[in-house]
């Protein structure tokens, strides 16, 4: 057995992307914890959060774009800048397109977005499930990525 080999998923997480679609696949804190100190070693900065409700453009797409503004701006992820908010609203525009593929305008869905950044890139990733029904409840992933500009 190689000793020197690294720490589990740390070669993997290697892009802002992988990195961010990582963070928003743990179903548990502890899980999400040892995710974000992973991460916050090798230099990325990070933020989760939640968001539900129907998948109803108004509802669901507007309550995840504030979410997402919300959580970096609060913790630092991004500044209050044009390139900043331009890379961040687009890289969170092309992961509610993963999420929304073929999703019925009155199902309900709960997604974790985790946002990750290094000092050129921004990944939104979102996992959660959706259902018009209980019983028909299916999971969904989105991911978007976008240079910061500077």
Do not use: C
């Amino acid at each position: 057995m190689n000793k020197h080999k690294p720490p589990f998923m740390v070669e993997s997480s290697k892009s802002v992307g992988t990195a961010a679609m990582l963070l928003a696949l743990t179903r548990t804190m502890a899980d999400e914890d040892t995710v974000k100190a992973m991460l916050a070693e090798q230099g990325y900065k990070v933020v989760v959060t939640e968001v539900g409700g129907n998948s109803a453009v108004s509802e669901f797409q507007g309550k995840v774009t504030k979410a997402v503004l919300g959580a970096a701006l609060n913790t630092g992820i991004i500044t209050k800048t044009s390139a900043n908010y331009h890379a961040l609203l687009h890289a969170t525009d092309e992961a509610k397109r993963g999420i929304m593929v073929n999703v019925a305008s009155s199902a309900s869905i709960a997604v974790k977005i985790a946002i990750v950044r290094d000092s050129q890139w921004v990944a939104v990733a979102l996992f959660g499930e959706s259902a018009i029904h209980p019983l028909t409840n299916h999971e969904r992933a989105g991911l978007g990525i976008m240079h910061l500009g500077m």
